[in-house]
C-alpha cells in the first residue's frame, strides 16, 4: 500500500466502526471515542483480554511475558495513536504474515462459533489500549 493513500478498511458488515488507513495508521479514533490509560492498562495486562503479556514484555503488570513480538517498553515514542491503531485494528494490513492477532476484525478470522461476527476488542477497548500504549515512552509501565 502507498503513503498517503486513503483506503476504507472493509472491516466487516458488522457494527463495527469504519477505519480509514492513511498511509502506514489510521489517523482517527475508531467512533470518535477518546481512550483511556488506565482501562488501557488494564486490558494490556490482562492475559484473558487483550493477550499482549502472551507475545510482548515492556507492558508493567505481574504476568510472565513473551517475546514473539517486540518490547513494547518504548512504543510510545517510536509509533504514533494512529500507527499504533492500524496494529491493533488489523496488522496484517502491513505485515500479511504477521502473528499480531487483528483485534477488531471479524471476517476472515477462524474463531470458535461463541466469538464469531465478534471482535476481540470493542472500538473505545482499542482507544483505551492506545491510551495506554502512547505513555509507554522511556520504559515506564504506568500511566
Known sequence: MRRGLAVLLALSQTAL??????GDAIPDPLG??????????????????????????GLGGTAPAGDLGPDLAEVGARL?????????????????????????????????AA????PVLEAGEIEDVIAYLVTLKGGSATP
Do not use: F
Request: with cysteine; proline share 6%.
Open 17 to 22: 466502526a469504519p477505519a480509514t488507513i492513511v
Open 32 to 57: 470518535g471515542r477518546t481512550g483511556d490509560a488506565a482501562r488501557g492498562r488494564a486490558i494490556a495486562t490482562d492475559t484473558r483480554k487483550g493477550l499482549c503479556p502472551l507475545c510482548h514484555t
Open 80 to 112: 504514533s495513536e494512529g500507527q499504533l491503531r492500524l496494529r491493533l485494528v488489523d496488522g496484517r494490513v502491513l505485515n500479511p504474515a504477521t502473528l499480531m492477532p487483528s483485534y477488531y476484525r471479524t471476517d476472515g478470522i477462524r474463531v470458535a
Open 115 to 118: 466469538w464469531r461476527d465478534r
